[in-house]
Structures are given as C-alpha cells and as structure tokens.
C-alpha cells in the first residue's frame, strides 16, 4: 500500500524567512496530493492540494510543487508569520481510493 | 456553510465499555470518513461511508464500527474500549469521496482509563 514520509518533524524559522516541508511517496498511482494545518485543539485544516497533472500550484503566500518523477512533492510557505505556527502534514490519495495516507507530521514554530 | 460538526468533544471511559461519537458532515456531502489520530501512529484511516455504504476500511479490529444515515450524519462504535484506543477521533467529509477535497472536523478527544 501507499506509504507517505515526511521531513524534517520539526522546523524553526525567523519570521519572515521561508520555510519548506518536503513529503515522498511510495505509490505512482497516487494522484491527489493535500496539505493540511492543525491548530491546537483543532482539526486537520486543508490549505493548498496539487493533483498529478499540475507540477506547481500557488495560493498567496502558500505553494506546493510536485516532482511525479521522483515521487516527492513539497510545501513552500513564503514571508512567514506568527499565525503560521502549527503542525502541517502532507497525505497521498490513489485515483479512486477512499483514503488519504498521511505523513507523520512537522512542527512549524515561527520565531518573532 | 457550517464546518463537520463532531460531538462530543471530550469523552472519558474505562476499559471494557462502549463508546458511540457522532459526526454531521458540510451540507450537501454524500461522503464521510473517519481517521484516528494518536502521537505514535500519527493519523490512521478508519472508514469511509458514502449513501450509507461503508466503501473502504483500514486495519482496525472489529471492535470498531461505523454507520451512516440517509442525511448523511454519521456515527462511531467502539466496543470494549482498551487503554490503546485513546485518541483524537476525527471525522472528514467531502462532497464525492474519492475526487473530493476532505475536511476535517476538530474531532472527538476520547481517554480511556
């Protein structure tokens, strides 16, 4: 079956700076590709997905590329801020699957 | 549009006992899924219903269970409950299932003692 790894588990930056999340996948049939955000207390929170097709995709300060070759694909979060402070994790979904197979996580801490 | 609505928030238990928790999917969603979410395992899919059929289930015993009504709202089971089962119990819905974005609600925290 699908097995996603994740890297680094936890991450530090200077406001401002950029910080990157990177996810490899075992599946090539694999062809959706969400990230999600968790707050404290709350739920998983979507905030960007690629599919297979597309090999970049932007949302304001928030990008996600996709390498189907190499099967890694990567979060990129630009002009970081406090409010980005949360635990981020990539998940893989095969075409007609049912379930995500998600990453073990990474710590984001932005430093003021 | 109001978000996946899961209750209770907080749920206590001892070993042995049954658990049920609830889950109301975004309107007009068809599928819901549940994942457990532990520090060790990280999230783990449960089940996926979709029109009241279960379509997919992950690797959990059959302690677990799950259903899901003609509205769409789904539930839960936990039968003897183990001290392993303590989690954050999340349920996500999305409007097809497997081509639809999932979204998560902010989950059922259950202990068991």
């Known amino acids: 079956g699908e097995n996603v790894e994740q890297h680094p588990s936890t991450l530090s930056v200077q406001e401002g700076d950029s910080a990157v999340i990177k996810c490899t996948y075992s599946?090539?049939?694999?062809?959706?590709f969400p990230w999600y955000k968790q707050e404290l207390g709350k739920g998983p929170q979507l905030i960007i997905d690629?599919?297979?097709?597309?090999g970049e995709k932007k949302d304001q300060r928030i990008a996600v590329t996709l390498n189907k070759t190499a099967k890694h694909f990567s979060l990129h979060i630009t002009e970081t801020q406090p409010e980005d402070s949360a635990v981020y994790f990539c998940a893989a979904r095969g075409e007609g699957a049912q379930k995500l197979v998600f990453g073990q996580g990474t710590r984001l801490t932005i430093n003021p | 549009k109001a978000g996946v609505t899961q209750t209770p928030r907080y749920l206590i238990k001892t070993r042995g006992q049954q658990v049920t928790l609830s889950c109301s999917p975004i309107s007009g969603h068809r599928s819901v899924s549940w994942y457990q979410q532990t520090p060790g395992q990280g999230l783990q899919f449960l089940f996926e219903?979709?029109?009241?059929?279960?379509?997919n289930k992950g690797n959990f015993p059959g302690r677990f269970s799950g259903r899901q009504f003609s509205n769409s709202r789904s539930e839960m089971n936990v039968s003897t409950l183990e001290l392993g089962d303590s989690a954050l119990y999340l349920c996500?819905?999305?409007?097809?299932?497997?081509?639809?974005?999932?979204?998560f609600g902010n989950g059922t925290r259950l202990t068991v003692t």
């Open positions: 219903y979709f029109s009241e059929t279960q379509r």
């Open positions: 690629i599919r297979s097709n597309v």
């Open positions: 996500a819905s999305s409007l097809r299932g497997s081509t639809s974005p999932l979204h």
């Open positions: 599946d090539s049939a694999s062809n959706y």
